[in-house]
């Protein structure tokens, strides 16, 4: 699946406002859809690094059929709860590829992020980057650990260039006790099909 940022305003109303990212008027999640069976800091999970992958090669595959597709040589890529891998076309050249997550070892393994920052996006949403900064976000298998789904894709819709791409890709292969009640209690037709492309 991938969002444009057409699709992403379909998930959310934004009005200007004094908040950089805009005004949601649209909550998505509940108290109890955004809540965790493990409420340790997420941090606390990558006190050991643990490089694993939870996707098949198949699926990797399709996902870098995708990028490989959508994502333009030369662009500015944020790969958000990025992990010791990307999956992006090897042959692709980027112009910068900036990662994001909560675990320095494995991210600095990394070999397409040209740099990376660490951040808990359940403790704080904002990007400390510049209004369209991006063509395209990446969220790889890790949508489904954030509890303030809301602001952290309105700081998506904030650092986005016009008409670049949000891709969302996610597995059912997770950390459990980490994943939100929206998504252990919900089903695979929970997603509007409005934000399928």
Known sequence: MFITQENLKLCYSYKSSSSSA???KRLVLTKKGSTKPNVTP???LYAYS??????????????TDLYREKLRPGSEVLDIMSSWVSHLPK???????????LDSQ???KNPRLDYFFLKDLNQNQEFEMEKCSF?????????HYLQQLKKVFAEIFRVLKPGGLFIVSFSNRLFYEKEI???REGSGYCWD???LD
Do not use: P, Y
């Not at 063509?135 to 949508?143: E, G, P």
């Open 22 to 24: 805009g005004r949601i």
């Open 42 to 44: 997420d941090r606390e």
């Open 50 to 63: 643990r490089f694993v992958t939870h996707v098949d090669s198949g699926f990797i595959t399709t996902l």
């Open 91 to 101: 042959e692709i050249e980027f112009k910068k590829v900036v990662g994001h997550g």
């Open 106 to 108: 494995e991210l600095a």
């Open 135 to 143: 063509d395209a976000v990446l969220c790889t298998v890790s949508v």
């Open 181 to 183: 009640g929206a998504w």
């Open 193 to 195: 099909n409005r934000l």
